[in-house]
């Protein structure tokens, strides 16, 4: 798992609470009604009489908190007392030395080449699109790209504090409403929720006619979320999940050699019976694999490494047909060498 350090206040979070086209665009979680500000909360403005406790929602830390807590696992005392959610929000000073020491196992391919796909096509429209980012406390990567990007409205939410959260959100029910969004970007996320298809249903509900959307999820990848991972997809897995997308592009982010490292990191691990023992023998599996990583900038975009690869990602538009992609042509779509 992640972890974060570092305050809340390094995010910005006047670019949504101070903008009136960002504001009106916030929906309540719980019944879909328009959003007032009243100080430090935020109310449901669609009905008075259902102005109850569970139609008023806190901004803390700068963040709106917009979390039905019916459709969550989390709560919204986690936020307003600041609780360590998926990620760990500080961690020791020698934690955070051992991190930086040991060699990184992974590379993420094409992501930086995908959001730039990503953004060429939001800018052909003009205007200044908005795009959410969904798992957006600290820049993805590649997202440096939009992030740079004058062009481009980022709205970052997750279910954690970090440096650049600016909306706290449960992507089960986005609080967004409807056809309002250009783009949504769903890196590393869509593993670590209770209901994948839920949330997608929910990026597609939001995204206008043509809005694109950009995923990456993991394959061939052990458990890093702790509780909090759940799925994995292969290539033809991932396009069912977005079959009511028009597909633009596809493949792996993070190649076989990278799966190879990670299966044989946590291998080793496996032999330790406690943490610290566990910690130290995946150092040394980081050690002795993490040159593997380096092969899958050769082998990246072969068609065996769809069918092994550590990571994958998915770039498409919203169809304006609620008629989805026929399994019998998803079948015929497999790319892979088996």
Known sequence: MNSLNGSTSDNNPSL???????MSLLRCPVCGGPLARQGEVLTCDADAERRTEAHRFPVAFGCPVLIDESRSVYAIEDFTGRRDTFFALDLPWWRRLGRALIPKIG???????NIRGFARRLNREGGTPLV?????SVLGEGMHILAADA?????????SFGPRTQL????????FADDSLDGIVVQAVLEHVLDPLQCVREIRRVLRPGGLV??????????????YDFTRYTDLGLRRLFRHFNHIDSGATCGTGMALAWSAQYFLASFARGTA????????AAYLTFYLKYFDRWLIDRAGTLDGASGLFFLGAKSGSEI???DRILLASYRGAL
Do not use: C, K, W
């Open 107 to 113: 590379v993420n391919i094409h992501a930086a080449r």
């Open 168 to 175: 706290i959100a449960d992507s089960h029910v986005l609080p």
């Open 214 to 227: 950009y995923a990456e999820i993991p394959f061939m990848q052990p458990v890093h979320g702790g509780r």
């Open 277 to 284: 023992a566990r910690r130290v023998l995946s150092a040394i």
């Open 324 to 326: 989805p992609l026929d």
């Open 16 to 22: 949504l609470l101070g903008n009136p086209r960002l």
């Open 132 to 136: 959410l980012v969904i798992g957006g």
């Open 151 to 159: 062009t481009v409205q980022l709205i970052e939410s997750d279910v």
